[in-house]
């Protein structure tokens, strides 16, 4: 009898055995996750896919501005005429594998076209929120450049910027996603001037001859700076002119220069001498967020 019980138990353990070895483990699960492909992907600046913002990789911008529509355009006024400009923004694929990835334009300005081209503007095509976008495929650990086009209509207000939102969307897994800011501005440099009266006599009621007046010409370059790698906007030799006999100046005729005119960049200046009648400031480099202050003296006749 124990020996029959003996042989049942063993039997069944053997039995217990043979089932457990057909039923799923955690093992090979995790064997098969491991062999399917990750996403991961960067989009950002032209040459700097990883690109920080003022926050993350996912606010990274490159920043450019319009230029015939807002010549001789005052300060407040609207731009005169449609203009296009061009962005540059590189696709990094960080994933296990190749990719496809989906480019897009979820966010962008109203009334703005805007068109993608992944064969260095020989074909561009037009993206809209509700669109998929433009599917662009990028190898194992390479890299992808493509265009933005960005047509702004006219009526814009000067001195002001306006975002469009890249977003390129992995297709190996939908969820992975990474954003750039193509940003546009309609003019980056504002430039304010102001006249005081200087009375040397000590009456600051008189304005006759004998005082002086200041001027001062503040500018600076509005456009958004933060983060590395983003690409801002610099103005490069930058020309403040002022002439007395150009309208809406009048203080040619009936003002003399005081030599002593200043600028707080160290802006090169010329016409700063007795007689004079204009002067010009030029700015070498002024970036993004960087101001400075321009100013002369004239002396009542």
Same mark, same amino acid.
Request: net charge neutral; aromatic share 6%; hydrophobic share 45%.
């Given at each position: 009898?124990?020996?029959?019980?003996?042989?049942?138990?063993?039997?069944?353990?053997?039995?217990?055995?043979?089932?457990?070895?057909?039923?799923?483990?955690?093992?090979?699960?995790?064997?098969?996750?491991?062999?399917?492909?990750?996403?991961?992907?960067?989009?950002?600046?032209?040459?700097?896919?990883?690109?920080?913002?003022?926050?993350?990789?996912?606010?990274?911008?490159?920043?450019?501005?319009?230029?015939?529509?807002?010549?001789?355009?005052?300060?407040?006024?609207?731009?005169?005429?449609?203009?296009?400009?061009?962005?540059?923004?590189?696709?990094?694929?960080?994933?296990?594998?190749?990719?496809?990835?989906?480019?897009?334009?979820?966010?962008?300005?109203?009334?703005?076209?805007?068109?993608?081209?992944?064969?260095?503007?020989?074909?561009?095509?037009?993206?809209?929120?509700?669109?998929?976008?433009?599917?662009?495929?990028?190898?194992?650990?390479?890299?992808?450049?493509?265009?933005?086009?960005?047509?702004?209509?006219?009526?814009?207000?000067?001195?002001?910027?306006?975002?469009?939102?890249?977003?390129?969307?992995?297709?190996?897994?939908?969820?992975?996603?990474?954003?750039?800011?193509?940003?546009?501005?309609?003019?980056?440099?504002?430039?304010?001037?102001?006249?005081?009266?200087?009375?040397?006599?000590?009456?600051?009621?008189?304005?006759?001859?004998?005082?002086?007046?200041?001027?001062?010409?503040?500018?600076?370059? %509005?456009?958004? *700076?933060? /983060?590395?790698? =983003?690409?801002?906007?610099?103005?490069?030799? !930058?020309?403040? @002119?002022?002439? $007395?006999?150009?309208?809406?100046?009048?203080?040619?005729?009936?003002?003399?220069?005081?030599?002593?005119?200043?600028?707080?960049?160290?802006?090169?200046? %010329?016409?700063? *001498?007795? /007689?004079?009648? =204009?002067?010009?400031?030029?700015?070498?480099? !002024?970036?993004? @967020?960087?101001? $400075?202050?321009?100013?002369?003296?004239?002396?009542?006749?």
């Amino acid at each position: 009898m124990k020996k029959s019980i003996y042989r049942l138990g063993r039997i069944l353990f053997l039995l217990a055995l043979a089932v457990i070895s057909l039923l799923p483990t955690t093992k090979v699960a995790a064997a098969r996750d491991v062999n399917k492909p990750n996403a991961a992907v960067l989009v950002g600046p032209c040459g700097l896919p990883g690109a920080m913002g003022p926050t993350s990789v996912d606010d990274d911008f490159t920043n450019r501005s319009v230029t015939i529509s807002i010549a001789n355009v005052p300060p407040g006024g609207a731009t005169t005429a449609a203009e296009t400009v061009v962005f540059r923004n590189t696709i990094q694929n960080l994933g296990s594998a190749d990719d496809a990835f989906i480019i897009s334009a979820p966010t962008a300005p109203a009334g703005f076209k805007i068109e993608i081209s992944t064969d260095d503007g020989i074909n561009y095509v037009t993206v809209e929120r509700w669109n998929t976008g433009v599917t662009e495929t990028v190898a194992y650990r390479a890299a992808a450049t493509f265009l933005v086009r960005v047509t702004a209509p006219a009526g814009l207000k000067v001195l002001t910027g306006f975002d469009t939102v890249i977003r390129v969307t992995s297709t190996v897994n939908p969820a992975v996603t990474n954003e750039t800011i193509d940003r546009l501005y309609t003019g980056f440099i504002r430039i304010e001037k102001t006249a005081r009266i200087i009375n040397t006599a000590g009456d600051a009621r008189n304005a006759g001859p004998g005082a002086e007046i200041e001027f001062t010409v503040s500018y600076a370059n %509005i456009s958004s *700076a933060g /983060g590395v790698g =983003s690409s801002m906007l610099t103005a490069h030799n !930058l020309v403040i @002119g002022e002439n $007395g006999f150009a309208a809406p100046n009048n203080w040619g005729a009936t003002t003399d220069h005081v030599v002593g005119a200043s600028d707080t960049r160290g802006g090169i200046i %010329i016409g700063d *001498a007795v /007689g004079s009648s =204009s002067l010009t400031n030029m700015v070498i480099m !002024l970036e993004a @967020g960087q101001s $400075g202050v321009f100013k002369f003296r004239r002396k009542i006749k």
